[in-house]
Nanobody
Framework: VQLQASGGGLVQPGGSLRLSCSSS????????MAWFRQPPGQERDLVAN??????????ASVKGRFTISRDDEAAQKNTVYLQMNSLKPEDTAIYYC????????????????WGQGTQVTVSS
């Protein structure tokens, strides 16, 4: 399974970005997907995950500001999104998408497949 993340960039505090993660998986809909982030010098932590049935989990720090969604139905899309609103400087990090087949895990060590990461910088 190959994952390709995109959509990062520089944004001012209070702004919005939408990250996308496209997959090469033949049967994308069976996988549980997630977004993690890793600030400089820190560990990679869960931002949000979405199960293969659409159930979602969010980190407390992003709840109410970020929304994870997935597009399984449109042919050839196989994409998971992270809509990020009301961005704060502390959201600055490299954002990674990840996939796992067993369950909608919350730990990075449980995920089998990773995208290359996309940089998000929130600064004025």
């Amino acid at each position: 399974v190959q994952l390709q993340a995109s959509g990062g960039g520089l944004v001012q505090p209070g702004g919005s970005l939408r990250l996308s993660c496209s997959s090469s998986a033949h049967i994308f809909s069976i996988y549980h997907m997630a977004w993690f982030r890793q600030p400089p010098g820190q560990e990679r932590d869960l931002v949000a995950n979405i199960s293969n049935t659409g159930s979602t989990t969010y980190a407390a720090s992003v709840k109410g500001r970020f929304t994870i969604s997935r597009d399984d139905e449109a042919a050839q899309k196989n994409t998971v999104y992270l809509q990020m609103n009301s961005l704060k400087p502390e959201d600055t990090a490299i954002y990674y998408c990840a996939a796992v087949g067993i369950y909608a895990a919350t730990s990075a060590t449980d995920y089998d497949y990773w995208g290359q990461g996309t940089q998000v910088t929130v600064s004025s």
